[in-house]
């Protein structure tokens, strides 16, 4: 008797493990999670900002939008930004790095001028252009990201010896985190850090490299805090805010009361009560503290997950990627803006002293906008990059909205710098192309 067996049936793949597969994955997620952290962060910062605008504005013209249209007109001026990271190859970006560099260092020594960068909140950190307020320290982040990373890359075969990891890339962080912190601002030189530590991470670096730098790190803003009685307060407050309720303690302590306020589902969107001049800077600083008052413990919890989610991203793409500056760049980017975002939040739930670094996408401000929605398009346009995504891109050509938008078909998953050529030799880039 023949005893016949059924085959175990095929296990039925999910939605998401299906959307995960496709080719163009990454960078639908990109412009998806940067989609929604924009509109909520715009939504937030009407609702935050909307009675110091009435305050502030002219008695004839009362107006609740004052904060908003702004930042609404900044979201603007990101769009055709955002659009040129996107169409910009990675070969492109290598070559910029270093003149952007060289303008960064330009910019951050101009803005110390005290007839030149404007001062605020005992900071000079701004350039007047007129129409915008233009912060140099916020550009030059992200030209020491890709000069560090075009670094990297060029010097791949000899990174196996610590000076070549470290030179010159540590003393150029350095000359530009000594630059800021003559501004003063000690968040932004964090950020470098951040910048530093996840470049020399995503190459490899050994264990006992990042326990050096680290120590010295630690070392160095022991010595920054001791030094600036306002800094030292800052993490007395943050050791003890209750000591000073109505004065160093107040944004801390209201914000705490803030989240406390909001519950589970919160309060309603417009309805906090902190933003009727119980918080300072409730829209831009501490904006989270407003989130979690209006939206509730579940809508911080959407905002982390969506800021995870650009963080699984940009590690997916840089895992799937075959070219290393793009595995350097996404790494070291979501790093760098997850980090920030790390350090926001920590300071407003209390478990970080306040440092003044703004939420990104969510905070109201101009150049932080406009860059981060640069780097969005960048890590889009980096997404198409991915092997499976040229394969796709090449064959079966680009949808309708691609090619609206005049975005160039990779020419292969690899862009890098063109060689340079011996004299009466051809190379593969002499041979003729196939259309």
């Known amino acids: 008797m023949t005893v016949t067996t059924a085959s175990a049936p095929a296990p039925q793949r999910s939605a998401v493990s299906g959307f995960l597969d496709r080719p163009l994955a990454s960078f639908h997620l990109v412009l998806g999670v940067g989609a929604a952290l924009l509109v ?23 107006s609740p939008f004052g904060v908003f249209d702004r930042q609404a007109i900044y979201m603007l001026l990101g769009l055709p930004v955002m659009w040129l990271g996107l169409r910009f190859r990675p070969s492109t970006y290598r070559r910029l790095a270093y003149p952007g560099l060289i303008c960064s260092v330009i910019m951050l020594a101009v803005v110390l001028v005290p007839s030149i960068g404007i001062k605020e909140f005992g900071a000079r950190r701004w350039l007047d252009l007129g129409f915008f307020q233009l912060q140099p320290s916020e550009l030059a982040k992200l030209a020491f990201l890709l000069w560090g990373a075009d670094l990297l890359v060029r010097k791949q075969k000899m990174l196996g010896e610590w000076r070549h990891l470290l030179v010159p890339l540590v003393p150029v962080a350095m000359l530009l985190g000594g630059l800021i912190m003559l501004e003063p601002d000690l ?78 589902w919160g309060v309603g969107l417009g309805n906090s009560r902190m933003k009727w001049g119980l918080l300072p800077n409730g829209h831009s600083d501490y904006i989270f503290a407003i989130v979690g008052e209006e939206l509730g413990f579940i809508g911080c919890l959407v905002l982390l997950a969506l800021f995870a989610t650009l963080a699984y991203t940009g590690l997916r793409i840089a895992r799937r990627t075959a070219d290393p500056f793009i595995r350097l760049v996404s790494s070291a980017v979501v790093i760098w803006l997850v980090g920030q975002a790390i350090i926001n939040i920590g300071y407003v739930v209390g478990l970080l002293p306040v440092t003044g670094i703004p939420l990104p996408l969510i905070s109201s401000g101009g150049t932080s906008l406009i860059l981060t929605m640069f780097i969005l398009g960048m890590l889009a346009g980096f997404a198409r990059h991915e092997p499976a995504a040229v394969v796709q ?3 079966r050509g680009q949808g309708r909205a691609a090619r609206l938008l005049r975005l160039p078909i990779p020419r292969s998953a690899v862009d890098g710098l063109p060689r340079r050529r011996c004299p009466g030799r051809r190379t593969d880039s002499d041979a003729p192309r196939r259309r």
């Open 40 to 62: 909520l962060g715009l939504a937030m910062v009407f609702s935050a900002s909307s009675v110091e605008s009435l305050i502030d504005s002219d008695p004839a013209s009362r």
């Open 393 to 395: 891109l090449r064959q």
């Open 187 to 264: 968040g932004t030189t964090l950020c470098f850090v951040l910048i530093l530590f996840a470049l020399l991470w995503t190459v490899g670096a050994p264990l006992r490299l990042f326990v050096t730098l680290l120590s010295a790190t630690i070392a160095g803003v022991v010595v920054l805090i001791v030094r600036e009685p306002y800094r030292l307060q800052r993490v007395t407050t943050f050791l003890d805010p209750f000591s000073d309720p109505e004065g160093n303690g107040l944004q801390s302590i209201r914000g705490m009361y803030a989240l406390a306020t909001g519950g589970w």
